[in-house]
């Protein structure tokens, strides 16, 4: 503005500025790069905190320090909370224990229905009872168990033979 002698005013109009801006130059806090490296070890060490989070153990630890100039240096060094990870699949039983499932790569088009079947299956092939396999499975009516006694075969083989047995004799 000096080297070309024109008014502070005219020079923030031609640059479409406002006058405050040319006032006031930006200074850097001595303890600028210390906190820097204070958030950025926090945030590595608790991965799913956002600043504001940051700030307050920050704050736990004796800085003095608002949320806001955490912000500022939150996203000048372009730290991101990551995704959150998916809830791993489980098959809950009616006693509150579960079972953790981990699947293979190579079965990704199988279902926890598909599970909770072959589970039902394999009890019945083993000869339990419905209305025990109800309770484990958490079927609260008969009705929604009852979709696996097709699987009984064995019991009706087993009684069909034996009346044939009888009629032979």
């Known amino acids: 503005m000096k080297l070309l002698a024109i008014s502070e005013r005219r020079a923030c109009k031609v640059l479409g500025q406002h006058r405050s801006t040319q006032r006031k130059k930006p200074t850097k806090q001595a303890t600028d790069a210390a906190l820097t490296e204070a958030i950025t070890a926090l945030a590595e060490y608790y991965g799913r905190y956002g600043y504001r989070m940051i700030a ?57 229905h598909d599970l909770r079947h072959t589970y039902a299956s394999i009890l019945i092939s083993k000869g339990h009872d419905l209305p025990l396999i109800g309770s484990l499975l958490g079927h609260t009516q008969v009705q929604t168990t009852q979709r696996y006694a097709h699987l009984m075969d064995e019991p009706q083989r087993d009684a069909t033979n034996q009346v044939g047995n009888l009629i032979d004799v």
Do not use: Y
């Not at 959150?84 to 926890?112: F, V």
């Open 56 to 112: 307050g153990l920050l704050r736990l630890e004796g800085w003095f320090v608002n949320h806001k100039r955490v912000e500022r240096i939150w996203r000048r060094e372009g730290l991101k909370i990551p995704k959150q990870q998916p809830k791993r699949g489980r098959l809950w039983m009616n006693d509150g224990s579960c079972i953790r499932l981990r699947l293979p790569i190579a079965t990704t088009d199988l279902k926890i």
